[in-house]
């Protein structure tokens, strides 16, 4: 079969067995979550065994130590992916559920009922357990999914995507209600993003350039995570306590995640009270430092470059900037954000309202650090990423950013007079 | 300028607009819808002089009697816009709206905030209160907007277009917050679709043509609004009263709107009971009747072909199907609907429950008649359109399908653990 053909019986496979999610029981949705887990749990030599054809033909193309960690599965990450189905199979149901009803003065009783999207197309690179990461967040929301893994990781995701069939079919739901592509055919990828026919929504998983390619090609609405350029800016009205642990957690917590600080913007009031003890801290923790003019006045760092302003560096480096005002903060981060997550520390009520007001990125934080964006920390249970996008879902996305709601109506004969 | 500097122009000049009208306060957004109002008022008679001069274009280049009608504005209608106006400033305002705010175990609070989309193009064709219709809830929802309106109406749409430039104006907003564009190049859509730096979402208001036509070349996400092939199914448990007055009120209270029914399914079961009356009263309204062989077993009516299941009439023509049981119309439904509203009378608990989960519909209504999917049936006070999508926005679409949602976190100096 050739590669066109082999996506539409995909597509109308997905297609077919979506409607038979979407009126799936809570309690059969979760009850192949637990059987997928039990499947993971018997089959992890056969996963193992596949896993390590992927690691030896990395091995042989060079894959570097970074990408080889990525793709590697051992028992102990197993035990992450079972943990991981238990713990969407724990999570409430957004199917179904019902809100905003109110009676018209028409008579008729109007509201709003959530209903997943349908199909779901997620295409990642290396890591293999996105595959069932992804499959048991689609599988709770009552979508059907195609998955295109990393080609890195065919084998690994072939023997995940067997048991995701065998604990779909052990409660009787469609075994290709969750289908892993299984070609590396990068055509199959041009296929999945224009068949907006079966496919309602793509959401990719990976680096910037992949989700641009996606997103410029694509026929089907994609939910973007572009890069995290975040900024923390410390007013002059900040408390120095406060401003030097979350200026300090932002940055250092984790280095390679999106809602990592990027940019530490300062009002010129407060950089020499601020800048200096941070300044230590970071390079303590061994933080490459990279300031403006007036920055280099007050510490000693590395000039930052235009470029820097924009740079997501997803490591130990920082760039900061001292500002004249609030205003001047807000400017910096208009022109340079991504648009993800930017915080303010104050003491201020009515700036902290302004910055809150303004500020148009997907997340905005007064008084606390940037590493709070996330859906965990959020309350949504899980994350199948975090968009930067405006439209459908912004920010973290969880399960109710896989379904959509229909309008519903209760009436007891009435017409429209 | 050529056509693309033109637009580069106008995305950029929208792009500026927007952050104003981000932080516009709600008094002065409501006092431009009314001081737009005014402007309209004062200005009667220069925009029917240019509405004049298209109404002869229009004559001249044989447009027939329904578009010319379409077109034409007289004072009446420009009541009707100066009342719309006044009706969109009295709505609640969108923007600034903050929902689901709990305290989470790390101690921060989270929340929503609702916050405009950016910048909205609409694309609309020969009906000149739709500038006025489009511009005032863009506007009201914090939105710049670039309008692009049916070449026939060019002379119409500069002549209000002028009038909302003064209201803007009048209070100390951005003229460039609502643009209309004043070529009548078709290069100009093909830019306004793909400019995604500019433009963030496009709504096409017009012919399933129109809509198609942009959706598949657009680069900014589209709220799609396709056709309405609505049905009504009549189950064997319903109360006959009941099904008389909704079958007949679906169909024949307005006939050229989108949520009129177009299919009637019948059960088996009380097809007898149910046809003969209901075939009367339509033939005497002048409705067609086009059946399936059961149909025709039972009343007397044209047979109905294949294609006339996905018809969409907006006519005074109906088909009619027979049905073995609510499955069967389920199934029929998902065949054929296009996703608009589909309604089921019967009094059985179980079965209203089962239709009301299972069809996949932007509006799915008990007992009451499809003509009340619309936006102020709905309470939404306004609407732009109605999104036959899943994503972002669904059903009727009012003010708050014209913004999104940031996510705002208060903390206390929290930092991630």
């Known amino acids: 079969m050739n590669v066109q053909d ?67 599965l051992n028992s102990n990450r ?17 199917c179904g559920e019902i809100s905003d009803m109110c009676y018209r003065p028409s008579g008729i009783q109007v509201g709003k009922m959530r209903v997943p999207l349908g199909v779901i197309g997620i295409i990642y690179e290396s890591r293999p357990n996105v595959t069932i990461d992804a ?37 009787g739901l469609p075994a290709t209600a969750v289908q892993v592509i299984n070609t590396t055919d990068r055509a ?9 026919e079966y496919i309602d929504v793509i959401v990719p998983r990976g680096g910037k350039g992949l989700i641009e390619r996606i997103a410029n090609d694509a026929r089907v609405p994609v939910i973007k995570h572009l890069d995290g350029i975040c900024h923390v800016y410390i007013d002059d009205r900040a408390d120095p306590e406060k401003a030097f642990n979350i200026a300090f957690n932002a940055k250092t917590h984790r280095y390679g995640v999106c809602n990592a600080m990027e940019t530490l913007l300062v009002h010129a009031a407060v950089a020499e009270q601020t800048l200096p003890r941070l300044a230590r801290a970071y390079t303590e923790t061994g933080v ?24 997501e560096y997803l490591a130990p480096v920082l760039s900061i900037k001292v ?7 807000m400017d910096h981060i208009d022109r340079y954000s991504s648009g993800h997550t930017e915080a303010i520390v104050t003491e201020d009520y009515t700036r902290a309202r302004q910055f809150l007001a303004a500020v ?9 650090s940037t590493r709070f964006a996330d859906g965990f920390e959020y309350g949504l249970g899980a994350e199948i990423g975090i968009s930067t996008d405006k439209i459908h879902a912004r920010g973290p996305v969880g399960l109710a950013g896989l379904t959509s709601q229909k309008w519903i109506v209760f009436g007891d004969g009435h017409v429209r007079k």
């Open 323 to 329: 500002v004249d005002d609030m205003q001047a903060a």
């Open 360 to 368: 148009d990125s997907s997340s905005v934080i007064i008084n606390a």
């Open 188 to 196: 199959a990828v041009g296929h999945l993003i224009t068949m907006a």
């Open 78 to 94: 197993i035990d992450g992916m079972i943990e991981g189905l238990q713990q969407v199979a724990a999570l409430p149901d957004p």
């Open 288 to 311: 490459e430092l990279r300031g403006c003019d007036r920055t280099q006045a007050v510490i000693e760092c590395q000039a930052a470059s235009e470029e820097d302003w924009s740079t």
């Open 135 to 171: 499959a048991s967040l689609c599988l709770k929301s009552g979508n059907a999914t195609v998955l295109r893994g990393g080609k890195e990781a065919l084998h690994s995701n072939q023997a995940i995507a067997e048991c995701i069939a065998h604990g779909l079919q052990a409660v």
């Open 6 to 72: 082999y996506m539409v019986q995909l597509g109308q496979q997905a297609r077919a067995s979506a409607k038979v999610m979407a009126t799936a029981t809570t309690e059969t949705k979760n009850n192949a979550l637990l059987a997928i887990a039990s499947a993971l749990d018997s089959q992890r030599e056969a996963i193992i065994k596949a896993n390590q054809q992927d690691m030896a033909a990395g091995r042989d193309n060079g894959l570097d130590a970074a990408l080889l960690d990525r793709l590697e």
